[in-house]
């Protein structure tokens, strides 16, 4: 079973659609986590990060954690074209260590369609 | 936003040769990390660092080795590529914050 696991997709929605990207980890105690996107070809970016239970907002973007369900996701409002991507959810697991590396999800891939 | 660099970004070159990919970044963090990820695949971390001269193996099993002399700079070297170590390697580093910041990787096409 993989530790952070996300809906390989891939995910196509219309432009102007909210976009709903789901991430579950298998740590209870896991206390940060961070969503990326990567286009084709790219590295990934970081887009989201948060570390409360609730909902926290940057831009058309929404990131909602519920540690109690052990799941994270990422909300695209008014998707557009250019969202059009890879997105990879990353946890930070109790046992990461001292260099605090994050776990990665495969990833979803989603097309917004014009 | 983070400051890393990679170079080269494409390296094509025969089996054999000793390669060298180097990743350096200007923020200061302390922690650094590279990545193994072959196109449309998922990320495998091949080794990582928390401070000079720390260095460990990642999740995925690798034959290249890394240093970690300087803060700014850790390099990954394969002593004698082979076909099989074609792949992007994408090397990020974070700070405090625990976000990690990528570079822009290095594309790999061994002969």
């Known amino acids: 079973q993989k530790e952070v696991e996300q809906n390989s997709g891939p995910l196509s929605v219309p432009e102007g659609a909210i976009a709903s990207l789901n991430c579950t980890y298998s740590?209870?105690?896991?206390?940060?986590f961070f969503w990326y996107r990567q286009y084709s070809g790219k590295s990934p970016e970081l887009i989201m990060f948060i570390y409360s239970n609730g909902d926290k907002e940057d831009g058309r973007f929404t990131a909602q954690l519920n540690k109690a369900s052990q799941y994270v996701s990422l909300l695209i409002r008014d998707s557009q074209p250019s969202d059009s991507a890879t997105y990879l959810c990353a946890v930070r697991f109790t046992f990461s260590g001292s260099a605090r590396q994050l776990t990665f999800g495969s990833g979803t891939q989603l097309t917004v369609l014009p | 936003e983070a400051d890393i660099y990679q170079t080269p970004r494409y390296l094509v070159i025969g089996t054999g040769k000793k390669i060298t990919l180097e990743c350096s970044q200007t923020m200061g963090h302390d922690k650094m990390y590279w990545y193994q990820q072959d196109p449309g695949m998922e990320l495998h971390l091949i080794h990582y660092s928390y401070g000079v001269n720390s260095t460990e193996k990642g999740d995925l099993s690798s034959e290249s080795t890394v240093s970690r002399i300087r803060t700014e700079h850790f390099p990954l070297t394969l002593e004698s590529a082979r076909p099989s170590h074609t792949s992007q390697y994408l090397c990020?580093?974070?700070?405090?914050?625990?976000?990690?910041?990528f570079g822009d990787g290095t594309r790999l096409s061994i002969l």
């Open positions: 990020a580093s974070s700070g405090p914050g625990e976000a990690q910041h």
């Open positions: 740590d209870r105690g896991s206390q940060s």
